[in-house]
């Protein structure tokens, strides 16, 4: 039988149809099935030169990854940008392409059979997309000759079906690949909560910059010695004053913690060193403050670097003599606390220009722990996430995993707001994830969203108390006084966001605790 007679038959072509349908469904392996069934287009229907282009992870250009009838140099050659050439247009469209010669056709590339091992004659080439869920997921693409009795759109029709089987069987592979990357971060998050040292106090990781940090907490937690954990806010700063808190003689006793950065000016002091009965309007009983309430264990003063200068003095004394007064009184109240100091500022450099004091400087920099940004965690973020997956999985009731490809764009990102962020993150993706795997699209989305923040990288010169409230390098306000004329500007707020509290605060440059403390000071009715 003359070549271009071969394979015109109904029959050849139902045989490939079944034997297709056979093959996919021996194995989960896409290799020999797909190999197979390009094979059986070639010997039976004359349909050559079969590949299967996919789109490479990192490249993501089109490349073959399966092929029958090609060299493995012409398989290497074969690499096209989404949209290049008949095969990357394809992919990109999702439509089918039909180029009854080659030779005439000057999108058609050549690039991984070269047209001097083809027949003189002329050749055609058919390409069809690979489709699953309605995206093209890859491009099915054959030679043939164009001289031959069987007509064009019943090699295409046949194409189409092949197509779809091995659409059926790569998308079984993907989601074998996931159920197994699935098990293996549980298995690699299991391993590390039972190894970590810091596991047990809630820090998960094994990058080599997070166990330096906490071989280094350990180490000086059997002391008295005052810590300063220095690092870019969302790095767990608390979380590791707790830890040596309860790795230390004094894990029996309070573990007290205090933001010197969320509490305004005029009250600070009565909270770290209380005040007594009278000692101010409103003071109608006297109350034991932060530093009191920590005696006998450890005292975390979280970004330390925002205390003002008074209060730095005071707290240098606490630190030197072991005891306190509270705000109006005279008696000396003794104290036997643990500081653990933290902050994202460069306290040398506040040190430089006056917000700092230098001897509060030298008596908590004794021991200062600098704790890793996230990206400087290598490996830490997809044991981090699956962490936080599992714990919003629990706390909204859903079984959500990570689709192929979103733990890979999660970790790609430079988290300007550190592992705060990514907790956050992964919490927004289980609520608005409306499928059972937080697909890369979504991931995408939030990341998108996410970009348009940009972190402080470094806290204003100075925090004078100014007349009206300027806004700081995050776009919200710091505390200052309250004044009378602002009580019309909130309550305008407030009814602009139909009594939606977050909202106003926001339209502010407030943070929802700043626009309470005025709505309470101000007296302003918000039913």
Not at 512 to 526: C, F, G, M, V
Request: hydrophobic share 40%; net charge neutral; with cysteine.
């Amino acid at each position: 039988m003359p070549y271009s007679q071969i394979a015109s038959t109904p029959e050849s072509e139902l045989l490939v149809v079944q034997e297709a349908a056979r093959l996919i469904t021996r194995s989960s392996d896409p290799a020999p099935a797909v190999q197979g069934i390009l094979r059986l287009l070639s010997q039976l229907l004359g349909l050559n030169r079969g590949r299967v282009l996919l789109p490479d992870d990192t490249s993501a250009a089109l490349k073959i990854c399966y092929a029958y009838g090609l060299t493995t140099e012409e398989r290497e050659r074969g690499q096209y940008r989404i949209g290049e050439g008949i095969s990357g247009r394809v992919y990109q469209t999702g439509q089918l392409a039909l180029i009854q010669d080659i030779d005439y056709e000057p999108t058609y590339l050549g690039r991984a059979v070269d047209r001097t091992t083809l027949p003189d004659e002329a050749v055609a080439y058919l390409a069809v997309p690979i489709v699953t869920e309605e995206q093209p997921v890859g491009v099915l693409a054959v030679h043939r000759l164009r001289n031959r009795v069987r007509p064009f759109q019943r090699d295409l029709a046949l194409l189409q079906v092949i197509a779809t089987f091995i659409a059926q069987i790569l998308r079984v592979k993907q989601l074998i690949d996931e159920h197994t990357a699935e098990l293996q971060s549980e298995n690699e998050l299991l391993r590390i909560n039972l190894e970590s040292q810091g596991a047990r106090y809630g820090i998960i990781g094994q990058s080599a910059a997070l166990q330096h940090a906490i071989q280094q907490t350990l180490q000086v937690a059997a002391t008295n010695t005052t810590v300063l954990l220095l690092g870019e806010s969302g790095t767990g700063k608390e979380k590791f004053a707790r830890m040596q808190h309860l790795a230390s003689s004094r894990s029996d006793g309070p573990f007290v913690s205090i933001n010197c950065a969320a509490i305004p000016r005029e009250l600070i002091e009565s909270e770290l060193f209380g005040h007594e009965k009278g000692a101010f309007t409103g003071a109608s009983a006297a109350k034991r403050g932060k530093i009191e309430l920590a005696s006998g264990g450890t005292l975390f003063l979280d970004e330390i670097g925002d205390l003002d200068l008074d209060l730095q003095a005071k707290l240098l004394k606490v630190l030197e003599e072991k005891h306190i007064q509270r705000v109006g009184g005279v008696q000396d109240i003794p104290v036997a606390v643990r500081i653990v100091a933290a902050t994202h500022q460069n306290l040398q450099q506040a040190v430089n220009d006056n917000r700092f004091r230098l001897d509060l400087f030298y008596r908590l920099n004794v021991f200062p722990i600098r704790l890793p940004s996230l990206r400087e965690r290598s490996g830490d973020v997809a044991v981090l996430s699956a962490y936080f997956l599992q714990r919003a999985n629990d706390e909204y009731g859903r079984e959500l995993r990570f689709a192929g490809g979103a733990m890979e764009r999660l970790a790609a990102y430079h988290w300007p707001g550190n592992i705060r962020q990514l907790e956050n993150l992964v919490k927004r993706a289980v609520l608005l994830s409306t499928e059972q795997r937080i697909s890369v699209g979504l991931i995408d989305d939030i990341l998108a969203e996410e970009r348009g923040v940009q972190a402080q990288s470094q806290p204003p010169a100075s925090r004078p108390v100014p007349s009206t409230p300027a806004a700081s390098p995050d776009g919200l306000r710091p505390y200052a006084r309250v004044r009378e004329d602002e009580a019309e500007t909130i309550r305008a707020a407030i009814r602009h966001n139909h009594g939606n509290k977050t909202r106003a605060a926001m339209s502010l440059g407030m943070t929802p605790r700043q626009l309470r403390y005025r709505i309470q000071k101000l007296a302003i009715e918000t039913a």
